[in-house]
């Protein structure tokens, strides 16, 4: 005998374990199947409901599924679904275990497991069980099925999240998987499988429309392919602009661009593309297009504000943020995406006033052969630009004019040949600007001149008496050379009016103007007013006279120059055989003598020079050249001045007095000199040895040199010769070694600061604006600094310091007299820009291209990916860092912070745009990014009349109906107090009238309102009468229409109403309640207006009373029988 195997299937028994407890099964109640797992005695509460549809949906053991889901044709077989019913074949896992055939992933479940999850599987179900909806790299993989199968293998056991990778379809997996696929009845209990799906079977997705509408399921492409049809398989295309479309969309500027995909199909990929939205340029295959694009368009106003013109150096999509403000022409520069700084170069014009003057028109300086130069282009400044000689050495250009470019060829060419004439000449050079044109003229008192040889001189009396004429501003004639007395004075002014004068100053008149003008006489000059418009005013000009020559100043005094050469000061030079030069030419006394030939000495300045030739120790055709020496004797030149040659004496030594002029004395007598010669010349300093008389003896002498002090002693040295000009003197200490004076050959001045008392201190000083002196010695470098000294060639140009005007700094280039106009100006730091010679820098700069002190400051903004922009070259630290777009923001010298409207973004417009709105809505939803700088806080908002918005996503739009005018009206217009209401803006049709007085509403339609005038204030109502009567309100009606009937009445016991008013007076007589007074008295309420005064009246004594209480009445005991018997008995009356 064995146990008996008892068992209870709690699926069809009836206990209170099992599905049914004795009221029906519960499964079977809810709608679907019951399954017991194990109907063993032992085994209890383990019975399942389980949904009659697939999807593995069941409840925990011992209770119904809450929710089953509904019918879906695309995964429940039905006749005309697109799951086929049949025999499933399973799909197994590497292990050997059972996929389920029917599994999707959450949203949730994705989130918290760090999957990115999208196709079969995720948002569509898995067909056939095995899909990668995470793409995961090991391949296809799905859920365990809850089955026997699995629950019997210990690997297989299916957890809420249990998975494993699966094996090909057909392939017997490693883990062994049954050897034939599961009949139908072999599946989960009640849950019909499905041998295949329409749709799944060729790789689509299955979408099903209503859960109670057969046959409207759907195949649609699985993207990124398109495609969709009803109850069969699509025919899928590849739109590759479904995935591009944002490239095309945001391509700058966004919205320019669309999308074209000529092939959508899967076997023509790669050629989609960019083509403009209105039209022209169309991309290369999976590129972004080049659209015509003239941001001039956009931006024109920037440059035509300021009177530029707008360029677009690329008008297309592909450049942006290229365009230039540009300056219109004579004007010069231009500006990126910002008005340009313009400028005028007036070398290059052209314009009215500039170099060139118009178009194709010679450049003044270049046709000259000279260089134009513009020291400063700024708009405001014109008429500055001047033309510069290319020779360092010659003068300063004259502004907005070719230049005078100077050259004395008296001073620094051939000219100086007239001074060798005999007697010598002057030299003239009366056009600096031309070569080859110098003469020699006559001088002492002669005239003539020559072009480039000597003159033939002849004697002209205006040498005399020029200053007879010059003094009145005329001019001197000599009208005969050959005959005295033929000089005049002659008018030299156009405006000047007068005869000659023979002799003497002429009579010239000059027009009105001039005269008392003082301007011109202060300036030592000639008034002129053009004669030929006496009634012209303002028309007068300062001219220079006499020998003075310059252009006229226009009312003002004029420029005028004067070599001094040119008049007597040349005679005062030839007379002693030296040149004369004259340094400045605007100044007077500046001439100086010069020694000729080979005479040495100092110049002299406004003096002849003192000169000397000895010609006992010179080198010339008239010198002694050794003559004396070679005869034992000595030579002696008694006068060295130039002018006297041919004079030296050849002298007997000893006591001989012979001398002989010019040649060797024949012979000798004795020289004492011959024995003592030693004695003077060994003295120091040394000296002379003389023997005056050589037939004497012991008159010898030592004489003191030529320069020194004039000390003689007889037979012995003297005492005191060191007292001398050691400038003028030769001694070993002295400028003139002997070999001539040291500054003069250096071209430099000599000065003996302490003559004929300190020795050693002479020193040579530079000559004209040079500075330098060295003592003992000539100057290494005379210096000119062309930036500390005013001079025609120098910064420092008469009172104007052009470089400190332009705001930069002088440099000089080379400190010398020689190296004149290489001068430069520099820009104020950190600008490190340098002039040209002679000229102001140009201290532009663009901070987002030029490098400042070293470095580029607009990399900041490429550094940031941003776009630089220097709106003011002149000014350092004002370039500006801006946003490209579509982002906005900028910021000076220093990246910006960038800025988004979320709503530029093409996807987010889209989105919101899609969204629902109410039935009624002219408009889609809006895209609204209320804080540029935080990013997803872009909404969508509803479009009138509807209201709603939604962060990210499309809202949810409701409507208020009673926004409807229309409503409003209904409500107002009922003839009673009625606002309408909306309770639901997401309902239609639920709008109501509800009475201002409360409680009643009625919808779509006016309400039927009460109003209680006791109890509202208004025009019509009680407001409180009543209670301030001790009333009380009643209104009858309560009608809205029903107005000013409410009633005051009188409060118990008291009696009276009044309708719309108090009630003037409420009566109650007091007396009407018993048991007032007590009996034998009378109770009498007067006035029954008021309360609390009725009265008790005695009814023998009327006038004894009293008020709410019982009366004091008088009594008559006689009335008493009792006591009237008594007094009857007595016979007495009582």
């Given at each position: 005998m064995a146990a008996a195997d008892c068992r209870i299937d709690e699926c069809s028994a009836?206990?209170?374990?099992?599905?049914?407890?004795?009221?029906?099964?519960?499964?079977?109640?809810?709608?679907?199947?019951?399954?017991?797992?194990?109907?063993?005695?032992?085994?209890?509460?383990?019975?399942?409901?389980?949904?009659?549809?697939?999807?593995?949906?069941?409840?925990?053991?011992?209770?119904?599924?809450?929710?089953?889901?509904?019918?879906?044709?695309?995964?429940?077989?039905?006749?005309?679904?697109?799951?086929?019913?049949?025999?499933?074949?399973?799909?197994?896992?590497?292990?050997?275990?059972?996929?389920?055939?029917?599994?999707?992933?959450?949203?949730?479940?994705?989130?918290?497991?760090?999957?990115?999850?999208?196709?079969?599987?995720?948002?569509?179900?898995?067909?056939?069980?095995?899909?990668?909806?995470?793409?995961?790299?090991?391949?296809?993989?799905?859920?365990?099925?809850?089955?026997?199968?699995?629950?019997?293998?210990?690997k297989c056991s299916s957890t809420a999240e249990a998975w494993e990778y699966c094996v090909p379809?057909?392939?017997t997996p490693a883990g062994g998987g049954p050897p034939r696929p599961f009949p139908r009845n072999e599946t989960f209990p009640g849950v019909p499988d499905s041998a295949s799906n329409v749709c799944a079977d060729v790789g689509q997705s299955c979408e099903d429309g209503a859960a109670d509408v057969d046959g409207d399921w759907r195949c649609v492409c699985v993207a990124p392919l398109v495609g969709d049809a009803g109850r069969a398989p699509a025919t899928c295309g590849l739109d590759e602009c479904v995935q591009h479309n944002d490239t095309c969309a945001l391509a700058e500027p966004a919205g320019s661009q669309r999308c074209v995909d000529p092939t959508p199909s899967p076997q023509a990929t790669g050629d989609w593309r960019c083509e403009c939205a209105a039209g022209g340029e169309t991309a290369d295959q999976a590129a972004v297009a080049a659209c015509p694009l003239d941001e001039c368009d956009q931006h024109k106003a920037t440059c035509e504000g300021m009177q530029q013109t707008c360029a677009d150096r690329n008008a297309t999509?592909?450049?942006?943020?290229?365009?230039?403000?540009?300056?219109?022409?004579?004007?010069?520069?231009?500006?990126?995406?910002?008005?340009?700084?313009?400028?005028?170069?007036?070398c290059e014009g052209p314009c009215d006033g500039c170099a060139v003057v118009g178009a194709g028109a010679p450049n003044v300086c270049r046709a000259a052969g000279q260089t134009c130069l513009d020291p400063e282009r700024s708009m405001g400044s014109r008429g500055d630009w001047k033309c510069l000689c290319d020779d360092p050495s010659l003068t300063e250009a004259v502004a907005a004019a070719a230049a005078a470019c100077l050259l004395d060829e008296c001073v620094d060419g051939d000219g100086l040949m007239c001074y060798g004439a005999a007697p010598p000449q002057e030299c003239m050079d009366a056009d600096h600007t031309a070569l080859n044109n110098w003469e020699c003229v006559c001088t002492n008192g002669t005239v003539g001149h020559a072009a480039q040889q000597h003159a033939v001189c002849q004697e002209d009396e205006c040498d005399a008496h020029r200053a007879t004429c010059t003094t009145e501003g005329q001019k001197c004639l000599d009208t005969d050379l050959t005959a005295p007395?033929?000089?005049?004075c002659q008018c030299v002014l156009p405006d000047e009016h007068g005869g000659d004068a023979l002799m003497a100053a002429a009579a010239c008149n000059r027009t009105r103007e001039c005269v008392n003008n003082t301007v011109c006489a202060a300036a030592r000059q000639v008034c002129h007013d053009d004669a030929t418009a006496p009634d012209v005013l303002n028309n007068w000009e300062c001219h220079c006279i006499g020998d003075y020559t310059g252009a006229p100043g226009m009312q003002g005094p004029a420029t005028c120059t004067l070599d001094e050469c040119t008049l007597t000061a040349a005679a005062v030079c030839a007379e002693h055989a030296?040149?004369?030069?004259?340094?400045?030419?605007?100044?007077?006394?500046?001439?100086?003598?010069?020694?000729?030939?080979?005479?040495?000495?100092?110049?002299?300045?406004?003096?002849?020079?003192?000169?000397?030739?000895?010609?006992?120790?010179?080198?010339?055709?008239?010198?002694?050249?050794?003559?004396?020496?070679?005869?034992?004797?000595?030579?002696?030149?008694?006068?060295?001045?130039?002018?006297?040659v041919g004079d030296w004496e050849c002298r007997c030594r000893g006591a001989s007095p012979n001398v002989a002029t010019a040649?060797?004395?024949?012979?000798?007598?004795?020289?004492?000199?011959?024995?003592?010669?030693?004695?003077?010349?060994?003295?120091?300093?040394?000296?002379?040895?003389?023997?005056?008389?050589?037939?004497?003896?012991?008159?010898?002498?030592?004489?003191?040199?030529?320069?020194?002090?004039?000390?003689?002693?007889?037979?012995?040295?003297?005492?005191?010769?060191?007292?001398?000009?050691?400038?003028?003197?030769?001694?070993?200490?002295?400028?003139?070694?002997?070999?001539?004076?040291?500054?003069?050959?250096?071209?430099?001045?000599?000065?003996?600061?302490?003559?004929?008392?300190?020795?050693?201190?002479?020193?040579?000083?530079c000559r004209g604006r040079a500075s330098g002196a060295q003592v003992g010695a000539p100057v290494a470098v005379c210096v000119l600094d062309e930036c500390t000294t005013v001079c025609d060639s120098c910064a420092l140009h008469g009172a104007k310091d052009i470089c400190a005007a332009a705001g930069q700094t002088c440099v000089e280039g080379e400190r010398t007299p020689y190296a004149l106009g290489d001068w430069r100006c520099v820009c104020a730091a950190p600008l490190d820009f340098v002039s040209s010679q002679a000229s102001t820098a140009a201290c532009a700069v663009d901070e987002c291209v030029d490098v400042v002190g070293g470095a580029n400051p607009g990399v900041v903004c490429t550094d940031a990916g941003q776009i630089c922009a220097d709106p003011d070259r002149a000014t350092l630290g004002d370039y500006e860092c801006a946003c490209p777009a579509p982002r906005e923001g900028r910021a000076v010298a220093a990246a910006a912070a960038c800025t988004l409207d979320e709503c530029n973004v093409a996807a987010n417009v889209r989105l919101c745009e899609g969204g629902a709105t109410t039935p009624g809505a002219a408009d889609p939803q809006a895209c609204h990014d209320p804080n540029h700088t935080v990013?997803?806080?872009?909404?969508?908002?509803?479009?009138?009349?509807?209201?709603?918005?939604?962060?990210?996503?499309?809202?949810?739009?409701?409507?208020?109906?009673?926004?409807?005018?229309?409503?409003?009206?209904?409500?107002?217009?009922?003839?009673?107090?009625q606002r309408c209401e909306d309770g639901d803006h997401f309902a239609v049709g639920d709008w109501a009238c509800v009475?201002?007085?409360?409680?009643?509403?009625?919808?779509?339609?006016?309400?039927?309102?009460?109003?209680?005038?006791?109890?509202?204030?208004?025009?019509?109502?009680?407001?409180?009468?009543?209670?301030?009567?001790?009333?009380?309100?009643?209104?009858?009606?309560?009608?809205?229409?029903e107005t000013n009937d409410w009633v005051c009445t009188c409060k118990a016991p008291a009696q009276g109403a009044a309708v719309g008013a108090a009630v003037d007076a409420c009566l109650y007589d007091e007396c009407a309640e018993a048991g007032k007074c007590p009996d034998g008295q009378r109770c009498d309420d007067a006035q029954q207006g008021s309360l609390g005064n009725w009265e008790c009246v005695c009814p023998l004594a009327p006038l004894v009373r009293a008020v709410a209480a019982a009366a004091a009445c008088p009594v008559d005991e006689c009335a008493d029988a009792a006591n009237a018997l008594v007094c009857q008995r007595a016979g007495q009356q009582c």
């Open positions: 009836a206990c209170d374990h099992c599905a049914d407890v004795g009221n029906g099964n519960v499964c079977a109640g809810a709608g679907q199947e019951c399954y017991e797992p194990d109907s063993s005695a032992a085994s209890v509460g383990d019975w399942w409901c389980v949904c009659p549809r697939p999807g593995g949906v069941k409840a925990r053991p011992g209770a119904a599924v809450p929710s089953c889901p509904e019918r879906n044709e695309c995964r429940d077989p039905t006749a005309q679904g697109a799951a086929q019913e049949g025999t499933h074949v399973p799909r197994y896992t590497k292990s050997g275990c059972l996929c389920a055939n029917d599994w999707r992933l959450s949203a949730e479940y994705c989130s918290t497991h760090g999957l990115t999850c999208s196709g079969p599987g995720f948002d569509a179900p898995c067909p056939r069980g095995c899909c990668n909806p995470d793409a995961d790299a090991g391949g296809d993989w799905c859920i365990l099925k809850d089955h026997p199968f699995n629950a019997a293998k210990a379809l057909g392939v999509t592909a450049s942006l943020q290229d365009w230039y403000c540009e300056c219109v022409l004579p004007m010069r520069g231009s500006g990126r995406m910002v008005a340009a700084v313009c400028e005028l170069d007036e007395g033929t000089w005049y030296q040149a004369c030069v004259d340094v400045d030419l605007e100044a007077d006394g500046t001439w100086a003598c010069r020694c000729a030939g080979n005479a040495t000495g100092a110049p002299g300045v406004a003096s002849v020079a003192n000169c000397t030739l000895d010609e006992c120790t010179a080198v010339c055709a008239t010198c002694a050249d050794g003559v004396c020496a070679a005869a034992l004797q000595d030579c002696v030149d008694p006068d060295t001045a130039p002018f006297e040649k060797a004395v024949p012979s000798c007598l004795d020289n004492e000199c011959l024995l003592h010669n030693a004695t003077c010349t060994g003295a120091a300093p040394p000296q002379d040895c003389v023997d005056p008389d050589p037939s004497a003896a012991g008159d010898w002498e030592c004489r003191c040199k030529p320069g020194m002090a004039a000390v003689i002693a007889v037979a012995s040295a003297a005492v005191g010769c060191d007292a001398f000009d050691e400038c003028a003197a030769q001694c070993a200490h002295c400028a003139d070694a002997g070999a001539g004076n040291v500054c003069d050959a250096a071209w430099q001045d000599c000065r003996d600061a302490a003559p004929f008392d300190v020795h050693h201190n002479w020193e040579c000083i990013a997803g806080d872009w909404r969508c908002r509803c479009p009138p009349p509807s209201h709603g918005s939604e962060r990210g996503a499309a809202a949810a739009c409701g409507v208020d109906e009673c926004e409807d005018a229309a409503h409003r009206q209904t409500c107002a217009g009922a003839g009673s107090a009475c201002q007085s409360g409680g009643a509403r009625q919808t779509a339609a006016p309400a039927t309102c009460e109003r209680d005038e006791c109890a509202v204030d208004c025009s019509t109502c009680e407001n409180g009468a009543c209670a301030a009567a001790a009333q009380e309100c009643h209104d009858p009606a309560r009608l809205v229409n």
